[in-house]
């Protein structure tokens, strides 16, 4: 069984942590840590196709910052087993600190750059799926029209309905039959644009 990370969420407020989390290759670590850890990064070379000395600086950098510790601090150099410190990370959304914004933008970049990545993946893969399964994928989006305090109230239900499968991530035991691992996203944002501004009136034809 995966071992479950100690907290449920490290907050990152340094930017200096944020910088450091935008690596992509520390950004995999985390996550793989999270559903396949504690392992060595010896085992994190094989899961990334990195080398064991670029996975070992990175998760040093990562244990600076809180987001990975040794499992078994006793262990000898590359062969000491890494763990995550929590099961999900958050970071600011809006902060009157220049240095946090910025760094915080540039770390929402850096994420959504790598999930773009990864479902471009899966999307050159799903054919091979079976046919249950590409009907049950979804690939759609909506634009709604709400109040700051209204998106927030959607990102909570959101959110809980989908807190209530979590425990599976590290419970193998409560994954029914055919279950498989779903990278399910969630964003919503102020569309850019004239259709953005309220006092915009759409033109005529």
Known sequence: ????????????????????????????LVGLLRLEGPFTATRAAELTGESVASCSYHLRILAKYGLVEEADPGGPGREKPWRATAATTDWPNYSEDPAVTSAAEALNAAVAENQLHRMMRALEVRHTLPAEWQQAERYTDATLYLTPEELIALGERLEAVVGEFIGRNYNPELRPEGARRIAYLNVAYVAPGPAADPGHAPEQP
Do not use: G, I
């Open 1 to 28: 069984m995966t071992e479950k990370p100690w907290e449920p969420q490290v907050h990152l407020s340094d930017p200096r942590a944020l910088r450091a989390y935008a690596h992509p290759t520390r950004m995999t």
